[in-house]
């Protein structure tokens, strides 16, 4: 079945730093994927929509300039939290579809804590 | 905007015992989907349903496509210890666009099975 890889799984860094999260399609071609972001019992909530070979599309209320996503191939799209303060502190999960009408497919998620 | 409505939010059980979950909403989805998460790792598909009074299984799972499309229901069946971990409803809405970034995911009902 179709895989997702984000990496890294887990990272801490310094308050002002900037962090790159990776997510991967493995086995298949994403032309779209996505990435969410989890608090600590809550459900997932969507925020940006990253397209291959064009700018991402943010959620309402998501800062553009905070968090850079790169979509620079079919199977790779990258998250970049610039600048992050700990209350960027959460868990970020990517997400792709092989086909356009099978359901997402979720990464491992990568826990990103700023100290 | 769209809601899910998921229920109950918590259930501990006993190890054998049957759960039933379920996501409501006021509005109608083209495709319901249950995912399941285990702390510090995505969401794992468990099953997808796309038709409207779609019953389907995936080992002792089985969930149900409701025939108004405004809810969906998911069963477990003599449930193990190794079912513990949060379910995830999701909705993917009328405004589909193309992409599936409306994708949207209930509140999650935390298993707890005691063995």
């Known amino acids: 079945g179709a895989v997702v890889s984000q990496h890294p799984s887990r990272v801490i860094c310094k308050s002002g730093t900037s962090v790159k999260i990776e997510c991967r399609s493995l086995d298949f071609q994403a032309t779209t994927m996505f990435w969410y972001r989890q608090f600590p019992k809550q459900s997932l909530m969507l925020m940006a929509t990253?397209?291959?070979?064009?700018?991402?599309?943010?959620e309402q209320g998501v800062e553009k300039d905070k968090f850079l996503i790169n979509h620079a191939s079919l199977t790779l799209s990258t998250l970049t939290v610039t600048s992050a303060h700990p209350e960027d502190s959460s868990f970020y999960i990517c997400?792709?579809?092989?086909?356009?009408?099978?359901?997402?497919?979720f990464g491992n998620g990568t826990r990103l804590t700023v100290t | 905007g769209q809601q899910l409505n998921q229920s109950p939010q918590s259930m501990f059980i006993q190890e054998g015992e049957d759960v039933s979950m379920n996501c409501t909403s006021s509005?109608?989805?083209?495709?319901w989907l249950w995912y399941k998460q285990e702390p510090g790792e995505g969401p794992v598909l468990l099953i997808a349903l796309y038709k409207a009074g779609e019953l389907t299984s995936n080992g002792r799972l089985t969930a149900q496509f409701g025939i108004t499309r405004k809810d969906s229901f998911l069963n477990i069946s003599a449930s193990i210890p190794s079912d513990v971990g949060i379910y995830f409803c999701?909705?993917?809405?009328?405004?589909?666009?193309?992409?599936?970034?409306?994708?949207?995911f209930g509140k999650g009902t935390k298993l707890s099975v005691k063995p």
């Open positions: 509005s109608i989805f083209n495709t």
């Open positions: 990253s397209n291959e070979g064009s700018k991402a599309t943010y």
């Open positions: 997400s792709a579809k092989d086909t356009y009408n099978s359901p997402l497919h």
């Open positions: 999701a909705g993917l809405g009328m405004n589909y666009g193309g992409s599936q970034g409306n994708l949207i």
